[in-house]
């Protein structure tokens, strides 16, 4: 009943704690604003009034937050299907499957306690509880970020977990999305409907990590990234008022959202472009390792000819034992000219075969190549202009690189590349802008995934799982080594490219390491305009000050 208290209440405080900076709650401002009366006011004031004591160390900070938040967040959430508790903690049924729900089990953090509210209300307090106790938090939406702290965090803070924000709605213009939603339980609402929302190309990685970090879809040269189909945000900002983004309305957080990150608050909706969802064409072959050469040539071609062809799109993934080359193309049309380099090449076997289908069935036909084992991961990026010499170069170290590292921990590596025309970075101009400063020619972005001490390099994620398998580790022993060997490979790409004048400074968001600083890739004037909007809508830090990690402008050099 509290909790239905709170969210009536809400409203006006949105309107309260917008018009005018926020100011530090005291402990009877905290319950009123948490909507609060008779037995549960009481016992959060008793709680409360113990972060007043300044020698209260940040556990105890996250654990008096946690604890208001248990009287806070009373119910199980039945919102779009869900059975998650909008409170977990050690004791809890579920706390461990939950902590567990991150792709990388490196980032299998014990938080104090873990925070599903079903509403942009209900984050709105969660921000409250963690803005007045000073406590550390993270944010999570699908948990496909392979950076430890990024969507998880230990013991001294609070995980928000917007799983419960899951609901989807659509007309023929507009998808409305929760943040909490994954891009297969998107498309499968989608099917069948006529339209389909431009998104992630795995189906378990989470509508909001991918939105915020800019996104790669399919079909790049047609839509852009996939934040530049973005019509509106709904965002609960540090002083937990609740505000929309749009063209319109904060024009400037509108922007800075696509691609900026975590920096300026959660977002609990996206309203994206709906798209008609037509037949297309797609296939996948693989090929021998000691053709890796040729498929370089032809790589180079087919990106010269992709230039001109607005509906072509390349899966390009090579592992130690096979190299894997999709063909997805935007219309209905078998074996389109564009692939042409690719054509006359012996392959294996055809991974997938030659299909006329819809954004459904190729989403599915492509979960299909990588596994679920269990397995640390991580990731990290290059870019790079299309360069034959570059790609034979830093092919050759990664065989090096990869075979050590096989041998020495048992890792499994895989060299990709996703080809990202000049037309693609256009489109971000052409919908309002975005955070990227991408220049405005063809790039071949680079990520390397590695997993488990597995690591896997494929460009801007296209096989997030990994189509060569994953080897499970059971010890994190290895993890300082991993993420030397990791990012040994994408020095490699860069010094090749550097080397053929081909580097290009952008890292793409979703698929950077940690170490790599990527805001200050997007350029000077990006990065500058972000931090004004940062500063504008979270005048006292608190995303920069108390957000566990991330891609945060402090940070940055």
């Known amino acids: 009943m509290a909790s239905q208290r709170s969210l009536l209440l809400l409203p006006f405080l949105v309107i309260v704690l917008f018009c005018c900076k926020a100011e530090p709650l005291n402990v009877n401002g905290l319950v009123s604003n948490l909507g609060l009366t008779g037995d549960p006011a009481k016992t959060v004031s008793s709680i409360a009034a113990q972060a007043t004591n300044v020698k209260v160390s940040p556990v105890q900070r996250a654990t008096l937050a946690c604890k208001v938040s248990k009287v806070v967040f009373t119910s199980v959430s039945t919102a779009g299907g869900s059975t998650v ?8 049924q579920q706390y461990i499957n ?3 729900i991150n792709w990388s089990s490196s980032c299998w ?3 104090q306690c873990i925070l599903s509210p079903p509403s942009a209300q209900g984050i709105s307090q969660a921000m409250l509880i963690v803005n007045f106790f000073g406590s550390k938090f993270a944010t999570r939406s699908g948990g496909h970020s392979t950076n430890v702290g990024f969507a998880n965090v230990d013991d001294y803070g609070a995980l928000i977990d917007v799983v419960n924000l899951n609901q989807i709605t659509h007309n023929q213009k507009t998808i409305s999305i929760g943040s909490g939603q994954r891009w297969g339980q998107v498309y499968d609402y989608l099917n069948n409907t006529g339209v389909i929302a431009i998104g992630g190309r795995s189906p378990e990685v989470g509508v909001g990590g991918l939105m915020l970090g800019g996104g790669m879809p399919y079909f790049s040269s047609l839509y852009g990234i996939v934040s530049d189909g973005a019509q509106e945000y709904e965002i609960v900002l540090a002083n937990s008022s609740i505000v929309r983004a749009n063209p319109q309305q904060n024009t400037d957080l509108f922007k800075a959202l696509k691609g900026g990150g975590s920096n300026f608050g959660i977002v609990t909706k996206f309203s994206v472009d709906a798209i008609p969802s037509t037949p297309f064409w797609f296939e996948a072959r693989t090929y021998n390792p000691k053709q890796t050469v040729e498929l370089f040539q032809a790589l180079v ?4 000819a992709a230039e001109n062809d607005i509906h072509a799109n390349l899966v390009f993934s090579i592992g130690n034992g096979a190299t ?7 219309k209905p049309v078998v074996r389109p000219p564009v692939y042409s380099p690719f054509y006359n090449i012996p392959f294996n076997m055809s ?14 036909a492509f979960s299909s190549v990588g596994g679920t084992v269990v397995a640390r991961y991580n990731t990290c990026s290059a870019t790079l202009k299309p360069d034959l010499n570059s790609y034979e170069q830093s092919y050759a170290n990664w065989v090096a690189i990869s075979t050590k590292a096989a041998k020495d921990f048992g890792a499994i590596m895989t060299y990709g590349v ?3 025309t000049s037309t693609a970075a256009k489109h971000g101009d052409l919908k309002g802008g975005n955070a990227l400063g991408l220049d405005k020619v063809s790039q071949s972005c680079k ?7 597995v690591l896997s390099f494929s460009l801007m994620i296209i096989l997030d799982t990994g189509f060569a398998g994953t080897v499970q580790w059971n010890s994190s022993t290895d993890d300082a080594t991993a993420q030397q060997t990791l990012l040994s490979v994408c020095n490699a790409v860069r010094d090749a490219a550097t080397a053929n004048a081909a580097s290009l400074s952008f890292l793409f968001m979703n698929d950077a390491n940690y170490a790599q600083d990527v805001l200050g890739s997007y350029g000077a004037v990006s990065k500058a305009q972000l931090k004004a909007v940062a500063r504008k809508y979270d005048p006292q830090g608190l995303f920069q000050s108390q957000q566990n990690n991330g891609f945060l402008l402090t940070k940055s050099s």
Request: glycine content about 2%; hydrophobic content about 35%; overall charge neutral.
């Open 85 to 92: 508790p909008q409170y977990l903690d050690h004791s809890s």
């Open 98 to 100: 939950r902590t567990e």
């Open 109 to 111: 953090k014990e938080s």
């Open 301 to 304: 071609k087919y990106q010269a």
């Open 324 to 330: 894997l080359v999709g063909f997805v193309y935007a």
């Open 351 to 364: 991974f997938i075969n030659s299909t006329i289908d819809s954004p459904q069935a190729l989403v599915k």
């Open 418 to 420: 996703q080809p990202f």
């Open 447 to 453: 990520s390397h995934l590695q997993s488990q001490f």
